[in-house]
């Protein structure tokens, strides 16, 4: 079935993008700085690195003293990471390749367009923070010393095409017309074709 199929994608797509918000969010490499030619500075989200060759990391102790973009980067990441968590066991019950509430087509229906429709919220809030992290990084680099001036790392790019996947499996998912019951199909189909064993009144 076509539409069993796009809802599979969906899916797929969407979990691929909560792996990758997930993995974002714990990665290292958010913030970077190059010191010389070989030392090297990383800020994340929870801890921060800095080296030579070899770099050593150490975890964040307080949060008031961390700046407003980390918290509040982490603060959202992580209720991104919820809400895919909450859309995944919503659509599981709802999708067609699954047997919950298969006596309700109507409700499993509904309930695999909300959890499409909570994965797209979740990946539009990824992409939104993450993009709002990357533009104070930019604005504090213009206005700080040329040695202090900090870029954004891999993390980051993890974190967007997160989203973006995120977005395009909850799509799928929450398209009212991939989700539409079987059934449904099958009685408007009988509508248009009546039987012809339709019992006659003449004698």
């Known amino acids: ?56 990391c150490e975890l ?3 949060l008031l003293k961390l700046p407003d973009e980390v918290q509040a980067t ?14 995944l066991m919503i659509s599981t019950v709802g999708m067609k390749c699954t047997h919950f509430m298969d006596s309700k087509p109507e409700s499993k ?17 990824t992409i939104i923070i993450t993009s709002w992290y990357v533009k104070m990084i930019v604005d504090t680099s213009h206005n700080a010393h040329h040695l202090d001036n900090f870029e954004f790392g891999k993390a980051v790019f993890v974190s ?14 929450s398209c009212r017309r991939c989700s539409r019951s079987e059934s449904n199909e099958s009685i408007s189909g009988n509508h248009l074709f009546p039987t012809t064993n339709q019992k006659s009144n003449y004698v």
């Not at 076509?2 to 969010?25: D, E, I, M, R």
């Not at 982490?74 to 859309?87: P, Y």
């Open 74 to 87: 982490r603060a959202v990441m992580l209720l991104s990471i919820f809400l895919s968590t909450v859309a």
């Open 1 to 56: 079935m076509a539409s069993s199929g796009l809802q599979l994608l969906g899916f797929l797509l969407s979990l691929v993008g909560l792996a990758a918000t997930v993995a974002a969010t714990f990665m290292v490499e958010w913030k970077k700085q190059t010191q010389g030619k070989t030392h090297r500075i990383f800020d994340g989200l929870w801890m921060s690195c800095s080296g030579y060759e070899r770099t050593t």
């Open 109 to 125: 229906s509904t309930t695999a367009m909300i959890g499409g429709i909570m994965f797209m919220v979740s990946g539009l809030l």
């Open 160 to 173: 967007w095409v997160g989203g973006l996947l995120t977005m395009a499996g909850g799509s799928f998912l």
């Open 60 to 62: 964040y102790q307080s």
